[in-house]
């Protein structure tokens, strides 16, 4: 009878165990995809806590300018796409944000709507930004719109 219960006990026990190592084993893994999708943006000229107010990697060149747009196309596809279009070309959703064109008035508006998001009557249009995004995969974005404002890159271009 005794040795009934305590295999039960030990059978139990095991159970726990396998349980808790697979609750371990998929929060691993989606700690792992979520990691994965962040944009690290440790090699880009880095800009403190505080917002600049104009977009500081708009006069980058060569390399680290190349960097930066990388950064911001894949920033702006994962965290933006699905609501201001693929691309950056609007397909109606939200606004084609290729149409802020390149000047201090503009990067503030851009900087103060990604911190701020947009919400009309308790309805979130869109999230605050700077919840996903640093500030400088934001500016890594801003950059990289521009880019495809000059150079009228579709989609397919892209992808
Ligand atoms: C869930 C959908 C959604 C996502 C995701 C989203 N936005 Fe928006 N965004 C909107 C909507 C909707 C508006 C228009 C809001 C309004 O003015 O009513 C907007 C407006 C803006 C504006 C102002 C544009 C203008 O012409 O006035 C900027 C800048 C902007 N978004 C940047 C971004 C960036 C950058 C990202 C990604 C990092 C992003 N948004 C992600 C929905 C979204």
Not at 11 to 35: K, Q, R, V
Not at 79 to 107: Q, T, W, Y
């Amino acid at each position: 009878m005794l040795d009934c219960l305590l295999a039960y006990l030990l059978a139990y026990l095991l159970a726990c165990l396998l349980a808790c190592l697979l609750a371990c084993i998929s929060l691993f893994s989606y700690g792992g995809s979520a990691t994965a999708q962040s944009i690290d943006t440790s090699e880009l000229p880095q800009l403190g806590e505080e917002w600049v107010e104009e977009n500081p990697y708009r006069e980058l060149s060569g390399d680290m300018r190349d960097k930066v747009l990388s950064l911001g196309a894949s920033a702006y596809n994962q965290n933006c796409a699905s609501c201001h279009g693929l691309g950056g070309v609007s397909d109606g959703i939200a606004p084609d944000l290729r149409m802020l064109k390149a000047s201090s008035e503009n990067d503030q508006w851009y900087a103060y709507r990604v911190q701020n998001g947009v919400e009309h009557d308790g309805v979130v249009s869109m999230p605050e930004m700077t919840e996903q995004l640093s500030q400088e995969a934001l500016w890594s974005v801003r950059t990289w719109l521009e880019s495809v404002e000059t150079n009228d890159l579709l989609p397919s271009d892209i992808f």
